[in-house]
Each structure stands twice: as C-alpha cells, then as structure tokens.
C-alpha cells in the first residue's frame, strides 16, 4: 500500500470503516510515512472542527425557544392586568373628592 492508496482509504479508516486487513495495512503505513501521518492529522483536525461547528445550530434554537417562552407571558401578563386595574380605581375616587369640594 503507497501513499495514494492510503489517502484514498483514510476518511473510511478515521471512520472505523475499514476492514481488519486493510486498517491495520494504512495503520501501519501511516506510522512510517511521516506525509501519510500528516494528512492523518489535518484530516482528523477537519472532522474535529466540522463536528464542533454543526451542533452550534441546535443551542441558538434553545435559546430563543427559551426566551420566547418567557417574553410573551412575563411581560404580557402584567400590562393586562395594570391596565384594567389603573383605568377602572382613579375615576371614583376622582369623584369622592371633587364631590365634597363643590357641594
Ligand atoms: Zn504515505
């Protein structure tokens, strides 16, 4: 096995999906081709980044699922009922007191 076969077989071998006889063939070439064993490396790198970069894309939909479910009710909630409160107590009292000043 040369250097083109193994870089050929090395994703399959980084993946365990090699067969027995030819895993241990690129194993053991890569542990005698300095080249071989580089590409290893910077091969494995690639994998290691894009499988850190993919699951970013759950953990900002967690996110706004969580701030969604606080923000309509938290801050709804309480305009509702300060409006109906605040609008319906001023007027009587508003009375009681202009009432005894005018009489
Ligand atoms: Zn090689």
């Known amino acids: 096995m040369d250097c083109h076969d193994v870089r050929d077989h090395l994703l399959d071998f980084q993946r365990g999906q090699l067969g027995g006889d030819v ?16 590409a290893d490396l910077v091969e494995r ?10 699951p970013q894309y759950p953990a900002p939909i967690g996110l706004k699922r969580r701030l969604m479910a606080r923000w309509p009710s938290a801050p709804g909630a309480g ?8 609008r319906r107590a001023p007027p009587p009292r508003a009375r009681d007191v202009s009432t005894p000043l005018s009489a």
Not at 79 to 86: E, I, K, L, W
Request: glycine residues 8%.
């Open 45 to 54: 790198e690639l994998t290691l980044l894009l499988e850190r970069r993919t």
């Open 79 to 86: 305009t509702n009922t300060r409006g109906h409160g605040r």
């Open 23 to 38: 895993a241990t063939e690129v194993r053991r070439h890569i542990d005698g081709c300095v080249e071989c064993a580089q």
